[in-house]
C-alpha cells in the first residue's frame, strides 16, 4: 500500500462565535442547561458560525467579560416562559413552565450586548425576553385576548405540521426584515401561547400578524444587528430561503463584529 504524502495545511480563518444561553432543565435528581438542536446546527450551517452554550447562572458570570468570548448572541425559543414579574404581572397559569435562572441570565446579557455592539438574533421566547428587557410587556395568553387568533401549535399534530407555514406576516415597508428577506409578506410557523402586549421602548414592529400581533421586532439605536422574531426560522432553516436569509444576515453581522475585534497581526 503506498501511503500518501501529507502536507502542511495552512490553518483555517476562524468562524464567528455564537453565545446560546442555556435552559435549565431537571432530568432526574438533577438541573442541566441545555439547548435544541435545531437552533445549533442553524448557527453553524445557515450562519456559519461556531455555537457556544452558556450555562444559565447568571450570579456566577461576568457577562461584559463573556461578551469578549462573542461575536454574536442566539436567544432561542424555549417551552418556558419569561417570567411576568418582569413586566408587572402575576403568573397567569400555574401549569406552564417558567425558567427564572434564564431571565437572570438573558435579560442582562441583552442590554450588556447591544452596548458592546454584538449583533443579537431572539427567536420565540428570545424575542419575547428582548421586548420584556426593553420594558415592554406580554399577554400571557395571546388567544383568550379579544380579536386575536390562536396563535398556538395544534399538540396532537406531527412536529412537521406543528412547525410548518400557520399564516402570513406583514413586513413594515423599507424595514430590515423587509430588505433581507426581499418581499413584503411571508409565510412563518407559529409555536407560541404568548405574544407582544406593549412594544419596549426603544425598539420598532418589523412585521405583524393578521391580527396585528408584534410578530418582529428590532433595536432602534443599536448599531450591530438587534433583530427578534416571533416564529421559528431555525426550523429547516437550509430548506426555507426566508428563514435562511434571516440566519445568513446574523452570521454576516456576526462576521463583521469579529472583523472589527480582530487584534492585528
Known amino acids: 500500500m503506498k501511503l500518501g504524502i ?3 495545511r495552512e490553518p483555517e480563518k476562524r468562524k464567528p462565535v455564537v453565545l446560546l444561553p442555556a435552559d435549565v432543565k431537571q432530568l432526574g435528581s438533577h438541573a442541566f442547561h441545555v439547548a435544541g438542536h435545531k437552533y445549533l446546527a442553524a448557527v453553524v450551517e445557515a450562519a456559519g458560525a461556531l455555537p457556544l452554550v452558556v450555562p ?9 467579560e463573556l461578551l469578549t468570548l462573542a461575536d454574536g448572541i442566539l436567544l432561542t ?11 408587572g404581572q402575576a403568573v397567569h397559569n400555574p401549569s406552564l413552565p417558567l425558567d427564572p435562572a434564564r431571565d437572570a441570565l438573558t435579560l442582562k446579557l441583552i442590554h450588556a ?3 458592546a455592539e454584538v449583533p443579537i438574533l431572539a427567536i ?10 426593553f420594558g415592554g410587556s406580554l399577554h ?7 380579536g386575536m387568533q390562536d396563535h398556538r401549535e395544534a399538540q396532537d399534530s406531527t412536529v412537521d405540521v406543528q412547525y410548518g407555514h400557520s399564516h402570513i406576516v406583514d413586513l413594515v415597508a423599507n424595514g430590515q426584515l423587509a430588505e433581507i428577506v426581499g418581499k413584503q409578506k411571508m409565510m412563518v410557523n407559529s409555536i407560541h401561547g404568548q405574544g407582544i402586549d406593549t412594544l419596549g421602548a426603544g425598539l420598532l414592529a418589523e412585521a405583524y400578524a393578521p391580527d396585528g400581533l408584534v410578530e418582529a421586532l428590532r ?3 443599536a448599531k450591530a444587528f438587534a433583530l427578534g422574531v416571533q416564529w421559528h426560522p431555525e426550523w429547516k432553516v437550509m ?16 462576521r463583521a463584529h469579529m472583523q472589527r475585534e480582530k487584534p492585528p497581526d
Do not use: W
Request: hydrophobic letters at 45%; proline letters at 3%; glycine letters at 4%.
Open 56 to 64: 444559565a447562572i447568571a450570579d456566577q458570570l461576568d457577562v461584559d
Open 6 to 8: 501529507v502536507t502542511k
Open 219 to 221: 433595536a432602534a439605536n
Open 113 to 115: 450586548a447591544i452596548k
Open 140 to 146: 400571557q395568553a395571546v388567544h383568550e385576548v379579544v
Open 124 to 133: 420565540c421566547r428570545g424575542f419575547q425576553e428582548m421586548n420584556v428587557a
Open 239 to 254: 430548506e426555507n430561503p426566508d428563514y435562511f436569509a434571516i440566519f445568513n444576515a446574523f452570521g454576516n453581522a456576526c
Open 77 to 87: 425559543g424555549a417551552v418556558s416562559n419569561v417570567h411576568p414579574s418582569h413586566f
